[in-house]
């Protein structure tokens, strides 16, 4: 298929599989609840010596490997990402030297939560259009380093991964055909991490009351704009397409909780069938979650030649972005 597309896909996830049941020796909850909340079962947890630029590496391998490219075919590097190797520099400095490529452009798209990895994707894809490059692009998170383990309504929900695409114009395994995006800053109070800035930087006495684990997370207020956002956003890119909701073979939400997958399938009319859902077994794992779910469906099957496959995310910002491509 001609045109710009991703030409390889890739993931990666740690080892250690967490239970909810694990989630009682931490915090008061259980089994049910978290599932009847959230639809999670489990999720993977990284290792202790393990890292951003670990992850990234080995989703970026899989997804050079799967293109039949290697390092020195890279002329970019994006990475979204709100859990970065270190402070500064980003952490696709760290991964440009791991991954041994040339020289190349490298940055980060920090802060844009879960719907980091799709909002790359179109970055990838006007990079692409500029100027011919081969662009790869990862999403990866290691929240659990990142979090309160102490915080019942948060802490549940996340998981550790990472996911890869390889963006270029050349016959691909999938072709972009459009992508939105969208960001509503007076909305940013219900889901943020508030220490680390300049409003409240770090400090000892911060580090006394541990307010800078804290996530602020508003789950009622994150459900109705989750909802409502992925859905304009679907049927946005759409219809910037030309095409119907009917002719979509599949549909790859955000992995953040089953109501609002649910909800937003409902609210779009699509059948529940076409929906593909991973978050049982690995949680939120914010950016990393669409090209997780992505390569997830290629190699269970679910995705097929022809397919037409829309994707649509939600996070902290409050950011939404949705894409539409065709394998």
């Known amino acids: ?47 202790a010596d393990e890292t951003t630029t670990d ?10 490997a799967d293109a039949g490219l290697t390092a020195a075919d890279v002329d970019e590097i994006i990475v979204a990402t ?47 259009q500029c100027n011919g490059s081969t662009v790869l692009v990862v999403g990866v998170e290691v929240l659990s380093k990142l979090m309160d383990w102490g ?33 509503d800053g007076s909305r940013a109070d219900i889901l943020q991490r508030e220490v680390g800035g300049t ?25 109705k704009e989750a909802v409502r956002r992925m859905s304009a956003s679907a049927r946005e890119v759409l219809e910037r397409s030309g095409v119907a909701l ?20 409902k609210t779009l009319g699509i059948d529940p069938a076409k929906v593909f859902v991973n978050v049982d077994k690995y949680g939120n794992t914010g950016s990393a979650s669409i090209p997780i779910a992505l390569d997830d469906a290629r190699t269970c099957g679910s995705l097929h030649s022809g397919d037409l496959v829309l994707m649509t995310a939600f996070g902290a910002g409050f950011h939404w972005a949705s894409g539409l491509v065709q394998f």
């Not at 802490?155 to 055909?177: E, H, N, Q, S, Y």
């Open 1 to 47: 298929m001609s045109g710009i597309g991703i030409l390889g896909f890739g993931a990666y996830l740690p080892s250690r599989v967490m239970t909810n049941d694990e989630w009682s020796e931490y915090v008061d909850t259980s089994d049910e609840w978290i599932t009847s909340r959230t639809g999670i079962k489990t999720r993977r947890i990284a290792a």
């Open 55 to 64: 992850m990234a590496e080995q989703a970026a391998l899989a997804a050079l």
């Open 82 to 128: 709100d859990t970065p190797e270190v402070y500064a520099p980003d952490t696709a400095s760290f991964l440009q030297h791991r991954l041994g490529t040339r020289t190349v452009p490298g940055y980060d798209l920090g802060g844009s939560g879960c719907a980091g990895f799709v909002m790359a994707l179109d970055i990838a894809r006007s990079r692409v």
């Open 151 to 183: 915080d019942r309504d948060t802490c549940v929900l996340f998981g550790d991964g990472a996911g890869a695409a390889v963006v270029a114009d050349r016959p691909t395994t999938a072709k972009i055909i459009a992508c939105v995006a969208g960001t």
């Open 199 to 223: 409003r409240k930087p770090f400090s000892k006495e911060v580090a006394k009351t541990e307010d800078f684990l804290r996530i602020d997370f508003n789950g009622r207020e994150v459900f």
């Open 246 to 265: 009917e002719e979509v073979d599949l549909v790859i939400p955000h992995q953040a909780n089953l109501r609002i997958i649910r909800s937003v399938a």
